[in-house]
């Protein structure tokens, strides 16, 4: 099992990228920003919340050197309990250590609140949808935070 307060994200620097649901775009950033996967596991609270939303604004991995504050640049958020898959044992992995929907999904949505609440833009997915991501990975540049 992760340690408590352990929130974790993927993050890409993208020049676009889209979620699709049930055929519809849900969210869309169609400019350089950030592609941010994020997980969340047992013992994670707000706080992770508003460190990991004022790490992502701050992160200086876009062009220059620069960060999605600096800019003004675009972030697209999706929920990924994957991030937590174990597959030390066997073939099939275990999702112990993520944190079950109830859980998961109001600390997700104070990731996006907190975000905007520092001024980003910020476009999403829907929590549990089988949601089809396209984006073109600008670099390559992607990052693994623990919070």
Known sequence: MAE????????????????VVD????GAIAEPGLFVLVGVTHGDGTGEAAKLAAKLWG???LHG???CSDIGAPLLVVSQ???Y????K??????????PGPIAEPLVEAVYAELRALGAHVETGVFGADMKITLTND???TLVIDI
């Open 4 to 19: 408590c307060g352990a929130m974790r994200a993927v993050v890409q620097r993208v020049s676009s990228a889209s979620v």
């Open 23 to 26: 055929g519809s775009v849900v």
């Open 59 to 61: 992160l200086r991995v």
């Open 65 to 67: 050197e620069k960060s």
């Open 81 to 83: 309990f994957t991030l």
């Open 85 to 88: 898959g174990d597959t030390r």
């Open 90 to 99: 066997g073939r099939r992995p275990t999702w112990q250590a993520a944190a």
């Open 139 to 141: 670099g390559p540049i």
